[in-house]
């Protein structure tokens, strides 16, 4: 889980915390990770750092922030360890521009109230964060309402938080059916390695095998590795012989590598199960319009290889 929320260090977040000189920094969420010791759980807390100045420069906040608990016998750097703070907190940032960053505590599991402060030196301005990993997996027993949730921030666009969500799932039950949604927000994202990785694990939970296939087909489209992308999408096809999407990425796959003869082939196959393909590029806006998702590089193909098929295409 470890090297996923890495990825995450770089998006997102919302409530204010609190600011000092020049820099603003907010709080939006955090992930409970497991920790190789049994009695101790990690905590990914998510940062938005904004540059409130007149001047660019580099926020040294995230230095002096600690996590301090209610319970006497726990003490920060003894007990409550800094497990990770992200490089990206020590980015220029431009006046009126934020960048996005994340600081990982490793604590005991029955630490409670938990609250996020700046040192005294520094000001020793604080904020309650959460009441602590026993008292919130004791409240949280349900990983449906977090996949709920990760599924209505799929569909309004929110990719982060639908992965929180999903992961939050995953705390509550490791068995939670998470993967394929995982794969898609990472796609969606542009991370293509996590994408491919999740879809890969969804194939033991029992997803459509010429979904994923063909979701991993893209997703090394996006990667230029065209012929592994071409495995895939022939194996949705094994799977799902009308599969009209893996035969576009087929199509895509094979113009790429400059083989149009196949590129046309399976453009014109797609095109008689799909009947608004015969339309060129205005069938292919309509599919998406109904919900198909192609990025900026696989449309300008596609434009091409409809101009090759003597379909309508697009002077970009």
């Not at 002096?64 to 220029?92: A, M, P, V």
């Not at 409670?112 to 005294?120: H, M, R, V």
């Not at 921030?153 to 929180?164: L, R």
Request: proline content about 1%; glycine content about 6%.
């Amino acid at each position: 889980m470890k090297k996923v929320l890495l990825s995450i260090l770089f998006m997102f977040l919302s409530q204010t915390v609190f600011s000092q000189a020049e820099f603003k920094i907010k709080i939006d969420d955090y992930l409970w990770i497991k920790s190789d010791n049994k009695t101790k759980i990690k905590i990914l807390i998510f940062i938005k750092i904004k540059n409130i100045g007149n001047r660019m420069g580099i926020c040294t906040d995230m230095d002096y922030l600690y996590l301090d608990c209610t319970n006497s016998n726990y003490k920060y750097g003894r007990d409550i360890i800094l497990s990770e703070l992200s490089d990206n907190s020590k980015k220029n940032i431009f006046p009126k521009d934020s960048i996005y960053s994340s600081i990982t505590f490793e604590l005991p599991k029955n630490a409670e109230n938990l609250t996020l402060k700046f040192t005294q030196e520094n000001g020793g301005a604080q904020k309650y964060l959460n009441e602590g990993f026993d008292k919130w997996i004791k409240n949280n027993k349900d990983e449906k309402v977090f996949i709920n949730k990760a599924d209505k921030y799929f569909n309004s666009g929110d990719y982060v938080n639908c992965i929180i969500n999903c992961h939050k799932a995953l705390i509550i039950n490791s068995n939670s059916k998470v993967s394929f949604q995982l794969g898609n927000a990472w796609l969606m994202i542009g991370n293509y390695d996590y994408a491919i990785e999740y879809y890969n694990n969804s194939l033991d939970e029992g997803t459509d095998k010429s979904l994923v296939y063909n979701n991993i087909g893209y997703a090394y489209i996006e990667k230029e590795y065209y012929k592994t992308a071409i495995e895939n999408f022939l194996k949705a096809i094994k799977y799902d012989s009308k599969h009209f999407d893996a035969m576009i990425g087929l199509s895509i796959s094979y113009f790429q590598i400059y083989d149009v003869i196949n590129a046309k082939y399976y453009y014109n196959n797609a095109a008689e199960i799909e009947n608004k393909l015969y339309k060129g590029m205005d069938g292919l806006y309509e599919l998406i319009g109904k919900g198909y998702f192609y990025t900026e590089k696989q449309i300008i193909v596609i434009n091409n290889i409809c101009k090759y098929c003597g379909y309508i295409y697009y002077k970009f």
